[in-house]
């Protein structure tokens, strides 16, 4: 069942772009970043029982990045459309 489930989800990640507009493209992205960081975080957690205080710096510091560079010109290139 849960491989079933997991090939559906892959098809539908990869059918994403072709399929849907930019909007739903960006929304799409930003929920797979979020879950990767809450996955991240879990981890730290739970089985690597880390501090949470370096994963949320690390995550912070990304997106300050990418503001302050995304401010200053560097902007990311569309392809194909």
């Given at each position: 069942m849960m491989?079933?489930?997991a090939?559906?989800?892959a098809v539908v990640l990869v059918m994403l772009p072709?399929?849907?507009d930019n909007y739903l493209l960006r929304v799409a992205t930003t929920?797979?970043?979020y879950s990767r960081a809450g996955a991240g975080l879990e981890f730290h957690r739970r089985?690597?029982?880390l501090s949470i205080v370096r994963h949320g710096s690390l995550f912070g510091?990304?997106?300050?990045?990418?503001g302050v560079l995304q401010t200053k010109g560097?902007?990311?290139q569309q392809r194909g459309r």
């Open positions: 491989r079933v489930l090939f559906a989800v072709a399929l849907a929920m797979l970043m089985l690597g029982r510091l990304g997106a300050y990045a990418s560097c902007r990311c």
